[in-house]
């Protein structure tokens, strides 16, 4: 073995291995480094796969047990560490690629209040903990600062699962958790002033949230409403037509030398650098080029690195050892505690449903909210490193706070998928326990079409507490929402579609259609004039449900399943098709017929023709005798309308 190790170490060296000519790599440290990432891997999978937990855990986990402070048997430490750093830049920079103004102005004011009160309240506690069990100062303000963060990957998890990302309450813990990111990087800036031995100065304590409060605000200004538009009109808009992916590779070059540029200048300013690569990517937010280019180069290098950052940077740095300390299991048990102040945040959530205030579905949103903003990730880690590294805090708190947060990481997806559960279960309950005679009632009213639905699409620029606004309108005209979902072109931030199915509990039997023109063209005034947009489009018009059949449990359950299934069908509307588009697809030999509904979704998605053509087709099928299948949104001018076509060889 040993010979064969000296002959390995040769070869990689290129050069006499006595004279030490060229970088020397063992076979052990080679065949450790594999092994190491492939325990990386597969600890993240099992992790997901059979515990339920978020793939971190089991990273975290593997890092842990291989690295330095339990059997030690990664070598290049510092090198590992060294790409998980890399990992968290380019996360950074690929958050605020995928800042999504339109949510942040469809939540409004209650999202960013939201945020601030759930970074701010869980910091307080935290430092009343901290100080209450001895620590003083500096300690107890880092240790504060740890549990600030929150980590929208672990929620987004969940709430993609139980289909509630567009929902009202998805929309507001996406929001909610952008703003907390950026204040995490505040939050960071500032701990700087207070890394070192020497006591610091009133000065050095404001300059570093002076300046990443600039860079946030003016730099984040300048990043969306200006630098957009002069490098479109300077340098994109000047690529010849044609040749889309070029624009794309410029855009993802400027990106990286707007992040080398801004990196060591929020450095240099006493700010994060993190900060200069989150304003590098927010340069292009509304770049669908860039995103998707960033997307197609980096997505399986950034899934690795970050990998690496939780079994190294963060796995490497978890004294286990200290884990077995009574001390340590105590104090990071009570620390958990200052997660209520996470959890308190869920209170402040509108009521999107016609239930009472903070019972039935308005209590679900509240926790739902609540436990996505508990779920602490990789921002909580780098703080509480960021501290112990700089002699902020000791190792025994550091130990204690990052127990806490690896709490938080198990526990709040679990509470989360608990409570999504336990409502949905909760509802069914409800329908089920229906009397038979209402049941009976509602079916013969869909039948007869005595019972009034109605299906409202609203075409609008996006405006701040939109969402809200337009869920108390629909209260106040008595309308019962069955289901409802919101969705915008990522290209653009000027529009967005809103779409209901809902039930009049007004109007129970019209007589005439006149009179169900009246009550649509009510409910169309009432929206247009809260939306208080000239070019808005709202559309009104009745909805007539299927009878529900034999195998349906009840017809509630039938209406609130046909509603969610039509709202995921259209969800098609956030793609503007391009007439490139079906021109390529002329060229190909492919020809454009019309067609029905029932048809289009009579066949299941087909992953390849939607990446294909630029995600035109929300569901697609391809055989040698059908050809392929699309729905598309088309704007007439006066109406939000969806238009079928079946594609086929010509």
Aim: proline share 3%; aromatic share 10%; with cysteine.
């Amino acid at each position: 073995m040993t010979y064969l190790n000296n002959a390995f170490t040769r070869m990689l060296a290129e050069g006499d291995d006595e004279e030490h000519f060229g970088v020397h790599i063992t076979y052990a440290d080679l065949y450790s480094c594999i092994l190491f990432l492939t325990a990386i891997y597969f600890s993240g999978f099992l992790s997901a796969r059979f515990l339920s937990l978020p793939n971190l855990v089991g990273e975290i986990f593997a890092g842990i047990v291989l690295g330095p402070n339990l059997l030690d048997v990664v070598p290049y430490v510092e090198a590992f560490v060294m790409l998980g750093e890399i990992g968290l830049i380019l996360l950074v920079l690929e958050a605020g690629i995928d800042i999504d103004l339109t949510t942040l102005k469809l939540i409004g004011k209650r999202g960013i209040l939201i945020a601030l009160v759930g970074t701010l309240l869980p910091i307080v506690l935290a430092y009343l903990i901290a100080y209450l069990i001895g620590y003083r100062g500096t300690a107890a303000i880092a240790a504060g600062c740890a549990f600030a963060p929150t980590s929208l990957g672990i929620a987004m998890n969940v709430l993609r699962q139980s289909n509630l990302v567009n929902t009202p309450v998805g929309q507001v813990v996406v929001a909610a958790a952008i703003i907390d990111d950026m204040i995490a990087l505040v939050i960071l800036s500032q701990l700087q002033a207070f890394a070192g031995d020497e006591v610091p100065t009133t000065l050095d304590m404001i300059i570093p949230v002076v300046s990443a409060l600039a860079f946030l605000l003016v730099g984040g200004s300048l990043a969306v409403f200006v630098l957009p538009k002069f490098l479109n009109r300077l340098i994109l808009d000047r690529i010849e037509e044609g040749t889309h992916h070029n624009r794309e590779w410029m855009s993802l070059a400027i990106m990286f030398l707007l992040f080398l540029g801004l990196f060591p200048a929020t450095y240099a300013a006493k700010a994060s650098p993190l900060m200069g690569a989150f304003l590098a990517g927010l340069v292009f937010c509304s770049n669908e080029g860039a995103h998707h280019m960033f997307l197609s180069q980096f997505k399986r290098v950034l899934q690795w690195l970050l990998r690496i950052f939780f079994a190294a940077s963060i796995g490497f740095q978890v004294p286990i050892q200290m884990f077995a300390n009574f001390t340590v299991l105590w104090q990071g048990s009570v620390f958990a505690l200052a997660l209520v102040g996470k959890i308190a945040v869920g209170f402040m959530v509108p009521n999107f449903s016609p239930t009472t205030m903070f019972k039935g579905m308005h209590l679900r949103d509240c926790l739902v909210v609540g436990f996505s903003m508990m779920a602490e990730g990789e921002f909580a880690f780098v703080i509480a490193v960021f501290a112990v590294s700089n002699g902020m805090i000791t190792e025994e708190l550091y130990a204690s706070v990052v127990l806490a947060v690896l709490f938080s990481t198990i526990l709040a997806p679990f509470f989360l998928r608990y409570s999504i559960s336990y409502f949905n279960n909760e509802v069914k309950s409800t329908i089920s326990g229906t009397s038979d005679n209402l049941n009976e009632s509602l079916a013969n009213a869909i039948q007869e079409q005595t019972a009034l639905f109605f299906n409202i699409q609203i075409k609008s620029a996006p405006a701040w507490g939109l969402l809200v606004n337009i869920m108390d309108d629909l209260d106040e005209l008595n309308l019962q929402v069955i289901d409802h979902r919101s969705w915008h072109p990522r290209q653009s931030h000027d529009l967005l579609i809103n779409e209901v199915y809902a039930l009049d509990s007004c109007m129970k039997s019209p007589e005439t259609d006149e009179l169900v023109l009246q009550r649509a063209n009510q409910i169309t005034s009432k929206i247009e004039k809260t939306i208080g947009q000239k070019e808005a489009v709202v559309k009104v018009q009745r909805w007539v449900p299927e009878m529900p059949g034999s195998s349906a449990k009840s017809t509630k359950e039938h209406l609130i399943h046909a509603a969610s299934n039509l709202l995921r069908s259209a969800s098609n509307l956030d793609v503007n098709p391009m007439e490139d588009d079906y021109v390529n697809m002329e060229e190909g030999g492919v020809k454009k017929l019309e067609t029905d509904r029932n048809e289009l979704l009579s066949h299941s998605l087909n992953k390849r023709y939607g990446r294909r053509l630029g995600g035109l087709f929300r569901r697609g099928f391809s055989t040698a005798d059908h050809g392929i299948y699309g729905a598309v949104s088309e704007d007439s001018g006066e109406d939000i309308e969806l238009h079928y076509w079946r594609y086929e060889a010509a």
